[in-house]
């Protein structure tokens, strides 16, 4: 089916584009009264994300109240260790939480590589009804967990502010970590190319734990196995987005994908100059300036717009829209970007 939209695309590729794109990560819930409304028919997070037909109504719902120009299929990175055979729980105010974990290689016996038509054929359930439903209007994003931040969760067994235990495999167990960093990896690349199967436009990697990592330790434990993924992903375009890894970005820009997000404290014009005038760049305002009023809202993405020029951008922020955001605030950074002219 031919895009009406395909500016992101486009952009992605590195084509010219009648003006900058923008879409927001997070932008399926939270901020939107309309997404709560559907969550609280439900028992929460995890029953939202595995009803095909209520995921990709909230998946669409930024498209219909916020104008963005892709939709992001609503799901979740830890969609994966449940499928290699590590069930979570998501606990209310306090994130993400395993019942077991994977810390031995006998653990490591355990758990699979995923199967993503038997093991999360919902995901894929619901990108073939957002794709019908969305009509070719603008592309869909689908997503992935980059390797290191999945094995973060599966080896810590929770959220956390310094992934200790999961930081101690590294070092005490680099055999096993690099086991299971494979498998991860491996479950990851069939799950994304079955989400492209099923009509995802282009992919982006989330590596969320990055920043806590040494740049040795991102050089050998995160970095090879993105560039696994990325090898492996030919048919559409692929972003990376790894969060606080500033020291990589030069790395970055020798991966074989199109697109490197930059969360806030990455300078723009520093970026470009590390990563280099073949890759496109995401990002990059502060999310916290959307609290500020309409006039510093657009001052701040126009200043943003300014620091990218006019090509190989895509507009975002520098991380998930928080979800005591306004989303007026949002339709004024958005509507900012589709005004503004170089």
């Not at 500016?7 to 990560?25: D, H, Q, S, Y």
């Not at 998946?59 to 939709?71: F, G």
């Not at 434990?221 to 090898?231: E, G, H, M, R, V």
Request: aromatic share 10%; glycine share 6%.
């Amino acid at each position: 089916m031919q895009l009406k939209n395909d500016l992101i695309l486009r952009a992605a590729r590195g084509e010219k584009t009648e003006r900058t794109p923008v879409w927001l990560m997070r932008q399926a819930g939270r901020i939107l009264p309309e997404y709560r409304a559907v969550r609280n028919r439900l028992s929460g997070f995890i029953e939202l994300a595995q009803t095909p037909e209520l995921a990709a109504e909230v998946t669409i719902q930024p498209v219909d109240i916020l104008d963005v120009d892709a939709a992001i299929i609503f799901s979740d990175i830890l969609v994966i260790p449940e499928a290699m055979g590590l069930p979570y729980e998501m606990v209310e105010k306090r994130g993400p939480f395993f019942p077991k974990v994977v810390n031995t290689l006998d653990d490591l016996k355990k758990i699979k590589i995923a199967d993503p038509k038997t093991d999360l054929g919902y995901v894929l359930e619901a990108i073939r009804i957002t794709k019908k439903e969305l009509n070719g209007r603008v592309p869909l994003i689908g997503f992935a967990g980059a390797p290191w931040t999945i094995f973060s969760y599966m080896v810590e067994g929770s959220g956390s502010k310094t992934f200790s235990r999961a930081k101690k495999m590294l070092y005490t167990a680099p055999e096993f970590s690099h086991r299971l960093l494979q498998m991860i990896t491996d479950s990851t690349i069939v799950y994304l190319k079955a989400q492209i199967e099923a009509g995802a436009d282009m992919v982006q990697i989330f590596d969320s734990w990055a920043g806590i990592l040494s740049p040795q330790h991102y050089a050998t434990f995160a970095l090879p196995y993105i560039d696994q993924i990325c090898k492996a992903i030919e048919e559409v375009p692929v972003t990376v987005f790894a969060k606080g890894a500033y020291f990589a970005r030069k790395a970055m820009g020798e991966l074989d994908c199109q697109t490197i997000g930059l969360d806030w404290n990455m300078d723009v014009q520093e970026s470009r100059q590390l990563i280099g005038a073949n890759k496109t760049l995401q990002g990059n305002l502060d999310p916290c300036a959307l609290y500020g009023s309409f006039k510093d809202v657009e001052k701040a993405t126009k200043e943003m717009l300014n620091q990218f020029g006019p090509h190989r951008h895509i507009a975002n922020l520098g991380h998930g829209v928080y979800p005591d955001i306004d989303p007026e605030k949002v339709k004024c950074f958005i509507n900012t970007i589709k005004e503004h002219g170089f």
